[in-house]
Every structure is written in C-alpha cells, then in structure tokens.
C-alpha cells in the first residue's frame, strides 16, 4: 500500500495549529511555535493523497482545537478523536482565553485599533506587557489579524 502524500497532524508543543505536512521528510517546524517536530512521532489526524481532501481536515481540525463550530462528519470520518482535542483545549486554557481577549477587544471597537489602545484595555483586562506582545506577534504569524496601517492592527 503506497504512503500517502499528505497529512494533518496538531502541534504536540505548543497544541494550537493543526497543519498539513508533506510525507517524505524526517522533521518539519510548527508554523505558530517553531518547534521541530518528528514526523514519525507525531499523531496523524488525516492522511490522504487529494490536497483537497487534506485541506477540508486541516480546516475542521483548527476549528475544534479551538472550539469553533464544525461539520460533524470530520469525527465521523474517524481523523480527530475527541479525547485528543478536549487534552489540548484544557492545556492551552490561559493563552487562549487571552487571544480571545484581545480579539474581543478589536470586536468591540469595530474590528481596528491603534496598538497602544489595544494594549492599554489589554492590560486593563489582566494581561500583561510581555504576554500581549507575544499574543498579538502570535496572533499575526496564524494570521488572525493585520496590520493596515503603522501603529494599527485590525482584524481579518
């Protein structure tokens, strides 16, 4: 039986990105933490040989990591076991509540703001310098939000 082309494997380090992987190599680097992982040690979520199909995994997979509602038939298909995910929600509760945090903040004032604003109401909500500097620098490389502008970040 031939190996498959593609797979879709989350993050063990930092377990917040899902991304797909192409088979062939011996190690790869996560896209959000950079850590180098293992290929042969890491848990394949999905594995297939249309990018298509691989994509729509990958897609599913990021949105139940990060509680976001998704197509059912992704358990169904048998790629994500439950168990799994509720592991990497409970160990990734405080930086992820504070992302959420400062996506709610950009929400509330329509999507956009100066950075300093930003960091002003996100300090005022508790977090601090450090953490909203590398929360807003993680926010950027996974592409949630952008900036249009010097000084201003704004959501996608």
Known sequence: MPIPKYAVIAC???????????????????QNCGAALKINKLRI???SDILEEAISARTQLQ??????????N???MGFV???EIS??????SPKRNAQKTIIDILRSADGALEIEILKM????????????????????????????????VRLV
């Open 45 to 47: 979520f999905h594995s």
């Open 87 to 92: 592991k990497t929600k409970s160990k990734n």
């Open 74 to 76: 992704i358990s169904k």
């Open 121 to 152: 109401r996100a300090l005022d909500h508790g977090i601090d310098a450090d953490g909203f500097e590398k929360i807003l620098e993680g926010l950027f490389r996974v592409g949630e939000v952008y900036s249009p502008d010097i000084g201003y």
């Open 81 to 83: 076991d439950d168990r």
């Open 12 to 30: 063990p380090k930092c377990r917040v990105h899902s991304q797909i992987i192409e088979y062939g190599t011996a190690t790869t680097k996560c």
């Open 63 to 72: 949105a139940r990591i990060h509680g976001k509602s998704v197509d059912n």
